[in-house]
T-cell receptor, first 113, second 115 residues
Framework: DGGITQSPKYLFRKEGQNVTLSCEQN?????MYWYRQDPGQGLRLIYY???????QKGDIAEGYSVSREKKESFPLTVTSAQKNPTAFYLC????????????FGQGTRLTVV | AQSVSQHNHHVILSEAASLELGCNYS??????LFWYVQYPGQHLQLLLK??????LVKGIKGFEAEFIKSKFSFNLRKPSVQWSDTAEYFC?????????????FGTGTRLTIIP
């Protein structure tokens, strides 16, 4: 089955620790995205990547980092610099940036205690 | 920077009522417009999209949306809702402009259908 896999579904971390969220796609899509979803704020773009070895900051990139070493993978690291990391994180991909439908993973709910 | 506004935060309707959810965007150039839906416990999925051509776009499950360029709007409609339409609905936009095609979402509208 083609799609986007995010793991884990639930993640708990202690304050001050970095944590990496996994996102893998087997759709052969060039573009990938990370969004953060908070109640009443919709989806806010953290980082996006148009192609391998290239990525751009979104609207709320502070405290996050990404890499795009392989076409299939776009991991997101939530660093200790992120002031309010507890949230629902969604990964998406599309055939190309902006012009085509984006497909979403099931999300990772991160809780920092 | 482009932005998307959805003014209805929570809409409650009875089954068979008609639905219209508002969506306005802020960019004056060429845009691509989307409506996504998130059913409880499920992935976000595409409901319909507009790139060009007929401004009245039909999507899945009987939904449609009308692009009105002069009003910067892309409202979602359905003539008769069902209980299974209970979900959160997101409007999104990309700008057709090299280097600025990021997909920007509105804050979402939670739709509750009462049987």
């Amino acid at each position: 089955d083609g799609g986007i896999t995010q793991s884990p579904k639930y993640l708990f971390r202690k304050e001050g620790q970095n944590v990496t969220l996994s996102c893998e796609q087997n759709l052969n899509h060039d573009a990938m995205y990370w969004y953060r979803q908070d109640p009443g704020q919709g989806l806010r773009l953290i980082y996006y990547s148009q192609i391998v070895n290239d990525f751009q900051k979104g609207d709320i990139a502070e405290g996050y980092s990404v890499s795009r070493e392989k076409k299939e993978s776009f991991p997101l690291t939530v660093t200790s610099a992120q002031k309010n990391p507890t949230a629902f994180y969604l990964c998406a991909s599309s055939r190309e940036l902006g012009y085509t439908e984006a497909f979403f993973g099931q999300g990772t709910r991160l809780t920092v205690v | 920077a482009q932005s998307v506004s959805q003014h209805n935060h929570h809409v409650i309707l009875s089954e068979a009522a008609s639905l219209e959810l508002g969506c306005n965007y802020s960019y004056g150039g060429t845009v691509n417009l989307f409506w996504y839906v998130q059913y409880p416990g499920q992935h976000l999925q595409l409901l319909l999209k507009y790139f060009s051509g007929d401004p009245l776009v039909k999507g899945i499950k009987g939904f449609e949306a009308e692009f009105i360029k002069s009003k910067f709007s892309f409202n979602l409609r359905k003539p008769s809702v069902q209980w299974s339409d209970t979900a959160e609905y997101f409007c999104a936009v990309t700008i057709s402009n090299f280097g600025n095609e990021k997909l920007t979402f509105g804050t979402g509208t939670r739709l509750t259908i009462i049987p």
